[in-house]
């Protein structure tokens, strides 16, 4: 059932349903709750599932035009707060990563799981910082141009074609996200610090979901890293959207991951 916290003087959106272990996705940039529908009838059956709109995003509103991932993961918190949730298991899309990643970092105690879904422990290297960077001067006077070209690249060629209802779907909710909560979140994963070794360190249950024709992530390259870690890996055959491209894979590893914990 979705549901509003006033926090700093905007409200945050989220969603609570099912009984168990307590389950938090979060989505990634221009998305919101809604694109975990799929995969929440799935875990629904068995868990408590909380999905959260971050800041800036769906139906949350912006706090200021800088959302550190650390910001992101304040609201999380305060929404886990008000629902007493002291116990969960965490899976973030892309930015909900990283966001993940901050909370965990914040209240390892708390997290028994964390799943990097199409995300990476990694911070931005200088080349990607400048994209953010050059994205964020453009946006304010090409918006729609802009979300257009970027969510484009977040489906692999083939996914595009096979997928257009949901490509287009997905689309329109990168729309309806606000030229504030555009830039607030560009800024914030540009500033976001490296968390590889709270991550390889982290005492919870871990797990990697990548696409090896992502054009966002160097798959690749952090599968290496990853495995030379005993970080588990699943390695799918398409983009960035792995929850779409290979929903039936994704739902399958998720609830693998969820269930050996």
């Not at 009838?41 to 769906?58: A, M, N, Q």
């Not at 949730?85 to 990283?98: A, N, R, T, V």
């Not at 096979?162 to 555009?182: C, H, P």
Request: hydrophobic share 40%.
């Amino acid at each position: 059932m979705p549901f509003f916290l006033t926090y700093k003087n905007i409200q945050i959106h989220y969603t609570d349903g099912g009984s168990g272990d307590a389950v938090i996705l979060l989505h990634g940039f221009l998305e919101d709750h809604t694109m975990w529908h799929d995969i929440s009838l799935e875990l629904i059956k068995t868990h408590r599932v909380v999905t959260i709109d971050l800041l800036g995003h769906g139906e949350t509103g912006s706090l200021s035009n800088t959302h550190l991932m650390n910001n992101m993961a304040d609201a999380v918190e305060a929404v886990l707060n008000h629902l007493k949730i002291d116990e969960l298991i965490l899976i973030g899309h892309s930015m909900g990563g990283y966001v993940a990643l901050a909370y965990a970092e914040k209240t390892p105690t708390k997290v028994s799981g964390l799943c990097l879904m199409n995300s990476t422990f990694e911070a931005d290297e200088d080349e990607r910082k400048a994209l953010r960077t050059r994205a964020n001067k453009m946006v304010k006077d090409n918006f729609v141009n802009m979300v257009r070209m970027s969510f484009a690249n977040l489906f692999s060629e083939y996914s595009r074609e096979l997928f257009k209802a949901e490509f287009e779907t997905a689309l329109q909710i990168a729309l309806k996200t606000s030229v504030q909560g555009y830039i607030a979140a560009q800024e914030g994963m540009r500033l976001r610090k490296d968390a590889t070794s709270f991550f390889i360190d982290a005492p919870f249950k871990k797990a990697i979901i990548l696409g090896r024709k992502d054009a966002v992530l160097d798959s690749e390259s952090l599968f290496r890293s990853a495995s030379k870690h005993c970080i588990p890996v699943d390695l799918f055959s398409e983009g960035h959207m792995s929850h779409i491209e290979n929903k039936t894979e994704c739902i399958s590893s998720i609830m693998h991951f969820i269930e050996n914990i």
